[in-house]
């Protein structure tokens, strides 16, 4: 049995194609270990705390369920924490 398929989710394009990559400054890149953020994870977390919106604001934005959104906003922020952490690049994974 596979997979029910992904739902399409409203992620605004906002970013600029070279700022998708955020690492220590003075490590190269190659001997950096990678943390990789999906585009609607960045998105959840865009509007629940750069916006100040509540994850149920959010949800009607990107066209799915608050719980939804916690899951993406709870993934999201542990990988943002273990990469500053642990000095690991952190990559955001766009939509193309």
Do not use: W, Y
Request: with cysteine; glycine share 6%.
């Amino acid at each position: 049995m596979s997979p029910r398929p992904k739902k399409p989710r409203n992620c605004c394009k906002h970013r600029r194609p070279e700022d998708r990559i955020f690492k220590p400054a003075g490590a190269p890149m190659s001997e950096l270990e990678k943390v990789a953020i999906e585009h609607d994870e960045f998105e959840a977390v865009r509007l629940c705390d750069v916006e100040s919106m509540t994850q149920a604001e959010a949800g009607e934005v990107m066209g799915i369920s608050r719980g939804t959104v916690q899951r993406l906003v709870c993934s999201a922020r542990k990988k943002i924490v273990e990469a500053v952490l642990h000095g690991q690049a952190l990559m955001i994974e766009l939509d193309e």
